[in-house]
């Protein structure tokens, strides 16, 4: 009986253990598949202007207030106005563009109001999967993890900001991978949308990529030691500290907020 006991027990680590081995190829399948289970493939005319588009926005490569010609963005893109038109409706939808009749269209202010509540959420899902992170994580997980900050370090030293930033969201991205639930990370996505320009306006400060990367590290150590409540206070600070550069930001760019 004993050693039925005994046997059971192993069966039943081995299943918890399981997720986690396998987090960085079960992360990957699930990115393959399309976010929010959207078929992969092929992608109409108008959803790739809608990427390019929202990429360009998000990274501040389009600030707040740009004006987006409909008849500019048709011939940049080769296409009629339809899939254009498409294409700044779901911007719309998204809150990153507006549309003021007799005026134009233009890319949208960042809503201050809007950043503390997406904080809560990230919070609140983010703390949930680091939570489970650091309770199940493996030896092949925190190597995931210094290779994604190896790269971080890498983009910080050349003062490469887009793929710091990039590098960033692939750390995040894996410590839901790595608790078994990467398709949190993909739910999150058009929640923190407002709270990503933001911080891509906060990147240039000096020694701001080098306290970010050093968060981290931070949160890598907690998962690393299995210690739960570090993890999760880790990660709950590193969330929080936009708010206090949301003032500063209001400050220096005046007009890219409302």
């Known amino acids: 009986m004993a050693a039925q006991n005994q046997g059971e027990k192993s069966l039943a680590v081995a299943t918890l253990a399981e997720p986690a081995t396998s987090a960085r190829d079960n992360a990957a399948r699930f990115a393959k598949s399309g976010a929010r289970g959207a078929p992969a493939g092929r992608m109409t005319t108008a959803t790739a202007i809608y990427r390019e588009l ?22 940049r893109f080769g296409v009629s106005r339809t899939p254009v038109r498409e294409a700044l409706i779901r911007l719309v939808e998204d809150g990153l563009v507006d549309v003021f009749p007799q005026s134009g269209t233009f890319v949208a202010r960042i809503p201050v109001a809007l950043i503390p509540e997406a904080v809560v959420i990230r919070q609140a899902l983010e703390g949930a999967t680091v939570e489970r992170a650091a309770a199940i994580a493996t030896d092949k997980d925190v190597e995931w993890l210094d290779e994604i900050l190896a790269r971080q370090q890498f983009f910080a030293d050349r003062q490469n900001m887009s793929a710091f930033h990039e590098a960033d969201e692939a750390f995040h991205e894996a410590i839901a991978g790595i608790s078994g639930h990467p ?8 929640v923190k949308v407002q709270i990503d320009r933001a911080r891509r306006m906060t990147l240039p400060a000096l020694g701001r990529m080098e306290h970010v990367l050093t968060e981290h590290k931070i949160i890598r150590n907690a998962i690393e030691n299995h210690d739960v409540p570090a993890a999760c206070a880790a990660m709950k600070q590193h969330l929080n500290a936009v708010i206090p550069d949301i003032d500063e930001l209001r400050k220096s760019h005046p007009g890219s907020f409302v």
Do not use: D
């Not at 998000?58 to 600030?63: D, E, H, R, Y």
């Not at 398709?183 to 058009?190: E, N, S």
């Open 54 to 75: 929202h990429a360009s926005i998000v990274s501040m490569q389009m600030t707040p207030g740009t004006a987006l010609n409909e008849k500019v963005l048709t011939e």
């Open 183 to 190: 398709g949190i990370w993909h739910y999150l996505k058009p």
